[in-house]
C-alpha cells in the first residue's frame, strides 16, 4: 500500500524544539507528523495511508470508541545508533502482539508490513524529534481505534490505525535510583478478561490505583491476582523480575491477565545467557517480602519499552513494608539493563536479530 504524503513544516522554531529534545520528559511533546491507515468492512478492509500533520481527529460523537472503548494500542522505540543511524528494537513483536491484541477485541488485524511501514515511515519524516538527552528515544505509540457511529454492542465496521510520536527521555518523574511501589487491593485484571491485550481499558481501570500511589508518594502500582489476591502479577505498566542469592530467577508466568512485554521475553533471553536459571513461575506477595527480609532475595527489576529496566527499591502496603537489597540497584539489574540498552543502540553486539535499523 502506498502512503500519501501531506507535508507539515514544523511550527515550531529550531530553538524551541532544541530546548524540547534536550529535556522532553516522557508523553509530554509531539511530532509534527502522524501515520493514518484506514479500514472500512465495505471497502474491502485496509485502504487510505497517509503520513499527514499531527492534527486533531474528527470523529463522530457516536464512533463506538468512544462508548465501547473499543481501542489497542503498541509502545516501542526508535533508538538512535551509535553510527548516527535509527533502529528499531524487535518491531515485528510489536506487530504480532498488536493483533493478539486486535483479536481479543474484535477488531481487524493489521497486516505486518502494514504495521512495520506506517511506522517506518512516520520515523522518516520526524526523525528531527529525536532527543539529544543522553538516553533519549523517539517512542512511537500505534493504536486502532472503532470510528463507526452507531449506539450498539458489537465489533464496529470502520476503524483508523494511527501512528504518533513523542520525544521521551527519564520515564519516571522522581529521577531516583530505584523506584518505589505501592501494593493496591485493587486488581488489574481477571481470568477471562483482556489483561494480556495492550487496551486503553485495563488502563482506565488502574487510574484510580495509580493515583493512590502517587498521592502516597510512590512511583508505580503493584497489581496481585484477582482470584488469590496472593500472587504478584505486575506493575502498571511493567513486568517485573525477581533475582535470588543462588543464580535463580523468577518472573509471573504468562496466564492472560499479564501482558506480555516483549522487554520481560528479551529479559528472560538475556538473563540465561548470563548463567541464571530463569523460570516462570507464580510468586507471592508474602515469599517476596519474607525472601527480601532474609537476605534470599537480592534485586527486583522493572521492565518495559518505556522505563527499560528499573530497580524496585521498596514496596509499600496496607499493612507491609519491605525494601529490597540495599533499596538501590543491584549489580544483575544495572548489568542488564546496560545490555539491552547497549543492544538498542548499536554499542553492543545483536546476536538475536532484534535491531531493525531504518534508513
Ligand atoms: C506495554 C506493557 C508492558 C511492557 O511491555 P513491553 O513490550 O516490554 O514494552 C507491561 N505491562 C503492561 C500492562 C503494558 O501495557
Redo the contacts with the bound molecule.
Sequence with gaps: MEFTHIPHPSPMDASQRAEILADPGFGMSFSDHMSVVEYDEAKGGWHAASIGPREPLMLDPAASVLHYAQEIF???KAYKQADGGLALFRPL??AR?YNASARRMAMPELPEDLFLESIRQLVAVDRDWMPTVEGGALYLRPFMIATEAFLGVRPAKQYKHIVIASPAGNYFKSGAPAVSIWLSEYT?AAPGGT?AA?TGG??AA?LVPTREAFDRGHDQVLFLDAVEKKWIE??????LFFVFDDGRVITPPLTGT?????????LITMLREEGLEVSEELYSIDQWRDDANSGHLLETMA????AVVTPVGKVTGKDMEFTIGSGGPGQITSKIRERLVGIQNGATQDTHGWVMKLD
Design positions: 503498541e509502545g516501542m513483536a510489536n502482539r488489574r489483561g495492550k485495563n488502563y488502574s505486575e506493575l502498571g505498566g511493567m513486568n499479564i501482558l506480555p512485554g516483549i522487554t520481560r521475553d528479551s521492565c518495559g519499552t518505556a
